[in-house]
């Protein structure tokens, strides 16, 4: 056990998001992440799944303790996370990044890293974020259906970075945020999280089947979207693989 506390690593794993799930069934809970070497059924959001080979990703859920109603606002921790990737990235590879709404890092328009916020009781009913986390590390090629819209670590950087001490940098990049998150508000993080957004000029779907285009995020991190002429204000929308209208 670091200074950080229990970090749990697997082989084979359905997914780090189920395995946390059960974590949280047996209190005291005492592991702060647990990472695996392979998913057989990693997700993202809106059901999409993570591909990936055994041994190319850090797959990695953090277990974040919520306070009084912090749980109505987990969903900002998905900027709190990108944040943490991106700083952990910088300092173990010197590789910058860019954000896509909602959960999207970006090298060059390319996705590098994913993120899902899923909400869960322990057995004592206290409420946790489960803060997963997959990272492209070693893949030297991807799968056809991907192969334009990926990218990892290696063929960025030419780095091979090993999983352990990277998970170690990003909890720990994670607990800083955390505490801008609840010392300084959410206003403090999306400031952070925009210096480096490229989600304008995106298009989404939303639940409704319309499609529009990303004009910007709003104070409160909704997504700001064009649709027949008409700004919308969408709390929840999916990213459309391959289209994009740069903004004029």
């Known amino acids: 056990m670091s200074e950080l506390g229990l970090i749990v690593y697997c082989g084979t794993v359905p997914s780090t998001q189920d395995l946390a799930r059960e974590v949280l069934q047996s209190p005291p809970v005492q592991i702060r992440a647990v990472v695996a070497e392979h998913q057989t059924a ?13 041994g190319e990703s850090l797959l990695m859920t953090i277990l974040l303790p919520l306070r009084g109603a912090e749980s109505e606002k987990a969903h900002e921790l998905a900027f709190v996370l990108a944040l943490a990737v991106r700083d952990t990235l910088l300092a173990q590879a010197e590789l910058a990044v860019q954000f896509k709404w909602s959960n999207d890092v970006l090298v060059e328009g390319r996705k590098l890293a994913g993120i899902l916020i899923e909400t869960a009781a322990d057995a004592r009913q206290q409420m946790w974020a489960l803060a997963g986390v997959g990272v492209n590390l070693l893949q030297s090629d991807f799968p056809q259906e991907i192969q334009a819209t990926a990218t990892s670590v ?3 950087t030419g780095r091979r970075l090993p999983i352990e001490p990277l998970a170690q940098q990003l909890l720990r990049s994670v ?4 505490q801008v998150w609840r010392r300084e508000g959410f206003s403090k993080v999306l400031a952070d999280w925009q210096q480096a957004d490229a989600t304008a000029g995106h298009r989404y779907r939303l639940p409704s089947g319309e499609i529009g285009v990303a004009q910007g995020i709003d104070p409160q991190g909704n997504l700001l979207l064009e649709v027949r002429g008409q700004l919308l204000v969408v709390p929840s929308a999916e990213p459309v693989r391959g289209l994009y209208a740069p903004k004029g």
């Open 42 to 54: 990693g997700r993202g959001r809106w059901g999409n799944r993570w591909l990936s080979a055994p």
């Open 154 to 156: 290696y063929l960025e």
């Open 175 to 178: 607990d800083n945020w955390v």
